[in-house]
């Protein structure tokens, strides 16, 4: 028999340590005051020490985990950061609870790295940055934005804001922006915070400018991965302090705690950059609805092709109407219309370097017009694979079930899933034959080639590779803006963010894989990406048009494409869904093994089906049967999942919080490891 606890004499207390357990720890604090909930501390831990935040403080009549004489003692970290408030405490349990994180992972990766160290850098004291700028005054609103506005003061901001979810449906360049600004400016008046949350504040520089240039002189802090340690401190502790009114970040910022939030702003809800991948695999869109409703706030979600679980919460297709739907049907900017689209069968046609003779004829007018163009492909580097056709070898990554791809630029081959990398052969490694060759083509075999067909043309590849960081992206930009580019050969990054005025021609190459891709959420995200790479067309005086090159141009999402009828989509997709029993009509969660041998995952993935099958009695989650992944093997990991999936979200939400702790006792090989995923993306 273990001793009993004793009573405790002298201040314990608990802490939330950044460890994969699904438990807190207890450390001797004599100077502890029950106010210090909240505050970090540095605790030992292993051979170690590690930052914690206390959760609790135990009084002399709780009981301890521990005999106290078993008790280490931990140091309060009583410095210029506040207790973390009872809010942001509930919003870190919250996901603890529902993505099944343990609390001490959730609570310490939503902390800066700086407040995470046991040996911070020394900090200087600075205030919010307030640049002062040529203020840029507000546009009149076209009606359907002063609707829109309307709509979302009516739920308070500025004054006594309630918690009213909206979606802000409207075209890339309707207006969502300035709508935004309008609500923020609410909010600034009535004395609260405003949150806005972007997919990639890299390529969205252009909305830190217009914020800053309408807000001269108040408090505007930036959170993202790029900034420095040091800055990313400051910044996070000046939103904390209440200093930073306006708050602009990416997925982590939504953790950050804002004493006086009063409005919270996701753009661009649909991307799949709002989830996190790993560690705790959140989705920050989801994760702010929460955070809206747990504050009492309004938060809006905007986008033009709105992701289908969003776009059911607010048109009642199938689930009941959860949010309130606003749209904005023109561009704001009245000599802007939609871009026509026009689809070019390529089926009867002998393509030019995988270019067809109309997309060549359109960017020969534009040059001659002195407009710039861009085309499209969603892949990087110069080919996917290198191969020999004589013996049938091809470039394959040895530690990955997947192709080793050509980047002529650097003479490497280079897996684009673990980072591998080599040279490239001279002759086949299999057979000898010299005469091997790239197969298919990338961004950077487009650029050649349009470089050989055009060799006036000044061509830019904008893609992973040439703009690396946020300062590369930056030079490209006003590279472009300059005019100093007439044709942009690029991925998907070239359709965020940016207004390129002389730009009037896209054409999209390679489209087509997506449609019968094995996922079935690829349709969305290839039409969220046409109609996002196709609105780069004609935003200005210039009309614009869209060409893609298709071999099935009688599909119907190349059809809504060109309707411009997201609606008609979206509607489509979700009655597919609906009769499959996908999400939003149902909720998966995702359990993935991975071992150096398929051998073990697939076996600990049937126990865990054993264990979730006895819970479940005939109950309402279904548990399919464990399967290898698409891609089975990662940088030398065979890599399997089993889906649990349920037509109710708490009943999925109650059997999880029992499978967890079984899953946790499942006997297994050292080297295996699996995670959960609660609404994953990807399959
Ligand atoms: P979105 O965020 O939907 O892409 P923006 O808010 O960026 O749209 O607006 C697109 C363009 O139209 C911008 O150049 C913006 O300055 C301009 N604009 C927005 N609202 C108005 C308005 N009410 N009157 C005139 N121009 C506007
Ligand atoms: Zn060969
Ligand atoms: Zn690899």
Redesign the pocket.
């Known amino acids: 028999m273990p001793p009993a606890p004793l009573p405790i004499p002298m201040p314990v207390i608990r802490v939330a340590l950044d460890v994969p357990l699904h438990r807190q720890f207890d450390y001797l604090a004599p100077d502890a005051q029950p106010d210090d909930v909240g505050r970090r501390v540095r605790a030992p831990f292993g051979r170690g020490t590690r930052i914690g935040v206390i959760t609790a403080v135990l009084g002399a009549d709780e009981e301890g985990d521990l005999p106290l004489d078993k008790l280490k003692a931990a140091e309060i970290l009583r410095d210029d950061v506040p207790p973390l408030p009872p809010d942001w405490f509930r919003l870190t349990e919250f996901c603890s609870s529902y993505y099944q994180a343990p609390i001490g992972e959730v609570m310490l990766a939503a902390l800066p790295v700086g407040l995470r160290r046991t040996d911070p850098p020394k900090a200087r004291a600075v205030k919010a940055k307030v640049k002062v700028e040529a203020p840029q005054v507000a ?4 009606p359907g ?1 002063a609707e829109a506005v309307a709509a979302v003061l009516a739920a308070g901001v500025g004054t006594a804001p309630r918690f009213a979810p909206f979606l802000l449906y ?10 935004y600004l309008r609500l923020v400016e609410a909010a600034l008046a009535g004395g609260h915070q405003a949150l806005l949350l972007v997919p990639e504040i890299n390529l969205t520089p252009q909305l830190e400018e217009r914020v800053r240039r309408r807000f001269p002189g108040v408090g505007l802090v930036s959170l993202h991965s790029e900034l420095t340690e040091a800055a990313r401190t400051r910044h996070w502790k000046a939103a904390f302090k209440g200093e930073a009114r306006i708050v602009l970040g990416t997925r982590l910022s939504i953790f950050t705690p804002l004493p006086d939030l009063g409005l919270i702003v996701v753009d661009e809800e649909h991307d799949p950059s709002f989830k996190q991948q790993d560690g705790m695999r959140y989705s920050a869109r989801d994760v702010a609805v929460f955070r809206a409703w747990q504050r009492g706030v309004p938060i809006v979600l ?1 986008s ?1 092709t709105p992701s289908l679980e969003t776009w059911a919460n607010a048109t009642g297709e199938g689930i009941p109407r959860r949010y309130t739907l606003l749209t ?1 049907v023109d ?3 009245a000599a802007a219309s939609l871009p026509p689209v026009r689809l070019l069968d390529t089926r009867r046609e002998k393509l030019q370097d995988g270019l067809s003779a109309a997309l060549l004829a359109a960017l020969q007018v534009r040059l001659e017009r002195g407009e710039q163009s861009l085309v499209f492909l969603n892949r990087r580097g110069y080919a996917p694979v290198l191969a020999c056709p004589s013996c049938g070898w091809i470039s394959r990554c040895r530690r990955c079930a997947a192709n080793l791809v050509l980047h002529l630029a650097d003479r490497r081959l280079r897996c684009h899933h673990c980072g591998f990398e080599n040279g490239i052969p001279r002759a086949c490694p299999s057979c000898g034959n010299q005469d091997i060759h790239p197969f298919g083509r990338g961004t950077q075999r487009l650029e050649t080639t349009l470089q050989e067909r055009f060799p006036e043309a000044r061509i830019l590849r904008v893609d992973r590779d040439s703009a690396k960081s946020r300062k590369q992206w930056e030079a490209l930009a006003e590279k472009i803006h300059a005019g100093e580019a007439d044709i942009l050969v690029g991925t998907q990054m070239l359709a965020k963010g940016h ?1 390129f005025p002389r730009l009037t021609l896209v054409g999209v190459t390679g489209a087509d894989a997506a449609l019968f891709a094995a996922d079935w959420r690829a349709p969305e995200r290839l039409f969220a990406q046409l109609m996002q790479v196709g609105g780069r067309a004609g ?1 200005a005086e210039l009309p614009g048009e869209v060409l893609i090159q298709t071999e099935h141009p009688e599909h119907p999402l190349y059809g809504a494409l060109q309707q411009h009828d997201f609606a008609a989509f979206a509607a489509s997709q979700l009655e597919e869904r609906r009769s499959a029993g996908f999400p939003p009509y149902s909720y998966q969660v995702m359990l993935r093994a991975e071992a150096p041998e398929m051998g073990p995952a697939l076996e600990y993935l049937a126990q865990a089906r054993a264990l979730g099958a006895d819970l479940n009695g005939n109950g309402p989650v279904l548990l399919y049967d464990p399967v290898p992944m698409r891609m089975a093997r990662r940088a030398n990991l065979e890599r399997a999942q089993l889906l649990a999936e349920s037509t109710s979200r708490p009943a999925l939400q109650a059997f999880l919080a029992e499978w967890r702790p079984l899953l946790e006792g499942i006997k297994a090989p050292s080297r295996l490891r699996w995670h959960l995923e609660v609404d994953p993306l990807e399959f």
Do not use: C, F
């Open positions: 546009p009149e609103l076209t934005q409207g075209i890339t360049g309707s207006g969502k922006t300035e709508v905007g033009a904005l561009r704001a900017n207004d935003r």
